[in-house]
């Protein structure tokens, strides 16, 4: 028997979220629909918690704000409904710390700048409650946020002159100026990579192509390779180190894009997915579990305010699905990611604790590479903490199934050693 060893030591780094199912079900092709929302949105406050999906507020039929939480189960395929949101809004920026849904901002009745909201507004998804934080310094509609550990980073379209990128502690629950993002775009959309923090397209008249990077450790910006299209009212979500931008606007005019254009920051090049959405849509949001993504609302032209639909559509990434810019050289191709491994043959895939425990499971190299890709993904901030091993045959015992769910922050380093007869 030829053996090959493959060795990788990674250090660990995340945020524990509630358990998930690992595997699963029979992988469905192309971008598929799925149970629809109980009622249109566009511009909800959309977010992950678990296997759970959030649309929270948002712009319902005629033009009007909503304080519905609806709850849409990925494992199930249902919708439910939670508590009511204090306040009628859309457009609100939105975060994810822990079990919490922060929604910042909006407008409270339509898009006229007077009806625009600075209140932080934070949902306990373990308990269903509703409880109001420290307002927000400035009020703001269709800004972004995201979440890097317990901090909350808005972007906000506000004047030139003025601050429109902000911090919040959620452990300290203050609020503090950061350095503001090169362009005062808004409806723009942002994710979160390795630590950093990508702004993508928006603009203030019509779509920009710009993506920046903001380092946090710094406090600064740095341009990045500009999109194929240029977008505002899009959305976006990570799955393994990569950024999903879903739809949107092209550029000023009135057109609904049905793209989803694939940003690479290792690379740092952009690229068309080959798959389009079902269903052209601006205002919608667009989250991922584990490698599956989800874009939901949003409507299927202009004035996106008052002509909502409720479609659901769930991708099942696979592999590297993305195709360069028509016309680019060789240089934008979308490159395979150099650490993936062939999932033909077996092997054993030790995991080493921070405790000095030591687990060794021998699996399918598919399993192994499933694996891999959790690991990658958690790194990077999104996914699960935990990760389920089935264990198959192996000292089984008495027992008719035997699995093992493992703890990412507890994980210091693991080794794989593929062999093949």
Excluded at 190 to 198: E, H, P, R
Excluded at 312 to 330: C, Q, R, S
Aim: aromatic share 10%; proline share 4%.
């Amino acid at each position: 028997m030829k053996k090959v060893i493959l060795l990788l030591v990674l250090t660990f780094c995340g945020i524990v979220s509630p358990f998930y199912q690992a595997h699963a079900t029979e992988e469905e092709k192309g971008w598929v629909s799925k149970a629809d929302l109980p009622e249109p949105r566009s511009h909800a406050a959309t977010a992950v918690v678990g296997n759970e999906i959030y649309v929270i507020g948002g712009f319902g039929k005629n033009r009007s704000a909503t304080n519905t939480t609806l709850v849409y189960d990925s494992q199930k395929d249902t919708w439910s409904k939670k508590a009511d949101m204090p306040i009628n809004l859309a457009g609100s920026a939105v975060a994810v710390v822990k079990e919490k849904i922060y929604v910042m901002g909006g407008n409270k009745t339509n898009t006229d700048s007077n009806h625009n909201s600075s209140k932080l507004l934070i949902y306990d998804t373990k308990t269903d409650t509703w409880e109001e934080g420290g307002d927000v310094p400035k009020k703001s509609y269709l800004g972004t946020a995201v979440a890097i550990d317990n901090t909350i980073y808005l972007i906000t379209q506000q004047d030139t002159s003025t601050p429109r990128h902000f911090a919040y502690d959620t452990l300290s629950k203050t609020w503090t100026n950061k350095a503001n993002q090169p362009t005062n775009a808004r409806a723009a959309a942002s994710a979160v990579v390795n630590g950093k923090i990508y702004y993508i397209g928006g603009g203030s008249n019509g779509g920009g192509k710009n993506i920046y990077e903001y380092n946090p450790s710094s406090d600064s910006w740095q341009r990045k390779a500009d999109l194929i299209n240029p977008l505002w009212y899009t959305s976006a979500a990570v799955s393994d180190g990569k950024i999903y931008i879903v739809g949107g606007f092209l550029s000023a005019s009135t057109t609904v894009s049905n793209n989803v254009q694939v940003y690479d920051p290792a690379s740092d090049k952009v690229s068309i997915m080959e798959e389009k959405i079902q269903h052209a849509r601006a205002g919608a949001g667009t989250v991922s579990i584990n490698n599956e993504l989800y874009t939901v609302g949003g409507a299927p032209k202009s004035n996106t305010q008052s002509n909502a639909f409720n479609s659901l559509e769930k991708y099942t990434i696979t592999e590297t699905v993305n195709t360069p810019n028509p016309g680019a050289n060789d240089g934008n191709k979308t490159k395979p990611d150099d650490e993936t491994v062939s999932d033909e043959g077996e092997a054993f895939l030790v995991i080493t604790m921070i405790n000095g425990l030591q687990k060794e499971y021998q699996l399918p190299m598919k399993e192994v590479n499933s694996f891999l890709k959790w690991y990658k993904q958690r790194d990077a901030g999104e996914g699960s903490g935990f990760y389920e091993i089935d264990e198959h045959d192996n000292n089984k015992g008495p027992f008719e199934s035997k699995k093992d769910y493992v703890v990412f922050n507890n994980i210091l380093m693991y080794e794989v050693n593929k062999y093949k007869n």
